[in-house]
């Protein structure tokens, strides 16, 4: 079983940038696909962007595209989200999660979720 743990999240004005980190135990990341999510107060869970297990293919939301990034690096074990041009809307809780089979942009694909870690965007 895998454990996820998010940091990075924070404070930041409009049009700043974060980078969003997620760090497994447990097991290598390199047999799980990754994907991030976010919840902003009363809202659902919605996808964010999501990576394959080689990091080969990735996937994001309408809204985040061109803006955030994400990547992986299996040797050290960790899955990051580069978010650049950062508005108020991106205000939200982010959950970095695990799939061991299959990957997309269906938050019950991933089996395994962290904690999450709170960016706030101010305008």
């Known amino acids: 079983q895998v454990q996820l743990v998010e940091s990075g999240g924070g404070l930041v004005q409009a049009g700043g940038s974060l980078r969003l980190s997620c760090a497994a135990s447990?097991?290598?990341?390199?047999?799980?696909?990754m994907g991030w999510f976010r919840q902003a107060p009363g809202k659902e869970r919605g996808f964010v962007a999501a990576?394959?297990?080689?990091?080969?293919?990735?996937s994001y939301a309408d809204s985040v595209k061109g803006r955030f990034t994400i990547s992986r690096d299996n040797a050290k074990n960790t899955v990051y989200l580069q978010m650049r041009s950062l508005k108020p809307e991106d205000t939200a809780v982010y959950y970095c999660?695990?799939?061991?089979?299959?990957?997309?942009?269906?938050?019950?694909?991933?089996?395994?979720w962290g904690q999450g870690t709170q960016v706030t965007v101010s305008s």
């Open positions: 999660a695990a799939a061991r089979t299959g990957w997309g942009k269906d938050p019950n694909l991933f089996g395994y």
């Open positions: 447990g097991r290598t990341l390199s047999s799980y696909a």
């Open positions: 990576i394959s297990w080689s990091g080969d293919t990735t």
